[in-house]
């Protein structure tokens, strides 16, 4: 089991930024990939970032990259996402989730998932 819960949401202007945190608990020293995910109203869930929970390869979906940098603290168990020059279009629930086995940029290849934090981009 991992526990994952997400911190750090609010409500920002464009060009604005905000950082994200996620506390991981239980066995997330196993888990080989934890990532950030969004979910905005009446869309499919879609992947935002990953990295590796050993060592510290990262991957991030096209058009986050640059704007967006995920990082990670083994000490404090805790994954960050640093989200910059944000727009209106990243308006989303933001979830942190623990991959076992798959693919990082697969939302399906995660196994647990945080209960999510709003992110609401104004223009």
């Known amino acids: 089991q991992v526990q994952l819960v997400e911190s750090g949401g609010g409500l920002v202007q464009a060009g604005g930024s905000l950082r994200l945190s996620c506390a991981a608990s239980g066995r997330s020293a196993r888990t080989s990939v934890l990532g950030w995910l969004r979910q905005a109203p009446g869309k499919e869930r879609m992947f935002v970032a990953a990295?590796?929970?050993?060592?510290?390869?990262?991957w991030y979906a096209d058009s986050e990259k640059g704007r967006f940098t995920i990082s990670r603290d083994h000490a404090k168990n805790t994954v960050w996402l640093q989200m910059n020059d944000l727009k209106p279009e990243d308006t989303a629930v933001y979830y942190c989730a623990a991959l076992l086995r798959g693919v990082a940029s697969d939302p399906g290849s995660y196994t647990y998932w945080g209960q999510g934090t709003q992110v609401t981009v104004s223009s």
């Open positions: 990295i590796t929970w050993i060592g510290s390869t990262t």
